[in-house]
């Protein structure tokens, strides 16, 4: 009888607990590590990241963006070739290749995951886009427990690199959001504002995201001015005008730039 794959886990908090859970449910051979949190039921406990990943075929890396080099840097000395390592943490591509540079020579495959939705209620259900010279085996040894992943071709770096620029526009607008329905509570119109912004959301189409950037560059001095009333008026609220200063600003990039028309 074929023995189930061993997979490491490297970081045990919210993301990783989850994962480690599910993957334990469906008869993966789990062990982690984590130096905060003790495992949960199911996955063995190692003392140290080189105990963890000694014999996996492999690493799930779901720490943090400042802990991922650590992390590997402290698990090399139990590394064996032919293990994949699969850093799953929201960390800059430059990270990423990092990683790969670190192993480079020693047969251990790289996996540069991006988690494209939050981990808690979905566990290995999360969609997961995936590239690097691991990101095949990666795939593979998780179809085993009935878990779809995207590939991408690209080096480590290219899958993080997609997610945060779609970070860019996600978390963009939800700052965008907080910051004028703060200063919607203190104006008092935070009712009609949610009905004016949920309405607005509801229309949005694929068109209009040339049509942002082309109005954007098109009508970028006026606009800017636009966003100077809007964050004076905001502070004159006392609501910090962050988000709305950087609107500002860029848009007043735009109309000095070459494709900054005045109008």
């Known amino acids: ?5 061993a997979i490491a886990l490297l970081g045990l908090g919210e993301a990783g607990a ?3 859970r599910d993957l334990v449910a469906a008869g993966a051979d789990v062990r982690g590590y984590d130096p905060r949190m003790a495992p949960p039921p199911g996955v063995l406990p190692r003392p140290d990241e080189a105990a963890a990943v000694a014999g996996a075929d492999l690493v799930l890396s779901v720490n943090s963006a400042a802990d991922a080099p650590v ?3 402290n698990a090399l000395p139990g590394l064996r070739p032919g293990t994949v390592w699969a850093d799953l943490n929201t960390a800059a591509p430059s990270v990423k290749r990092g990683l790969a540079e670190a192993v480079a020579g020693r047969d251990v495959p790289v996996a540069d995951v991006a988690l494209l939705a939050t981990v808690p209620g979905k566990g290995l259900r999360t969609p997961m886009l995936v590239s690097g010279d691991g990101a095949r085996r990666y795939a593979q040894v998780l179809a085993g427990f009935g ?4 590939l991408l071709d690209g080096p480590p770096g290219a899958a993080i690199s997609r997610k945060l620029l779609r970070s860019v526009f996600w978390k963009g607008m939800a700052a965008a959001v907080v910051e004028a329905m703060e200063g919607a509570e203190a104006a008092g119109v935070a009712d009609w504002l949610r009905s004016d912004i949920g309405a607005e959301l509801d229309r949005f189409a694929a068109a209009d995201v040339d049509a942002f950037v082309a109005g954007s560059r098109r009508h970028a001095r006026r606009r800017a001015a636009e966003m100077g009333a809007a964050a004076e008026q905001l502070r004159d609220l006392g609501v910090p005008a962050r988000v709305a200063a950087a609107a500002r600003d860029q848009l007043a ?5 070459p494709a900054g028309p005045t109008g």
């Open 147 to 150: 878990v779809t992943v995207d």
């Open 253 to 257: 990039a735009l109309a000095e730039g």
């Open 71 to 73: 992390a590997l840097r």
């Open 18 to 20: 989850e994962i480690a």
């Open 1 to 5: 009888m074929n023995r189930p794959p």
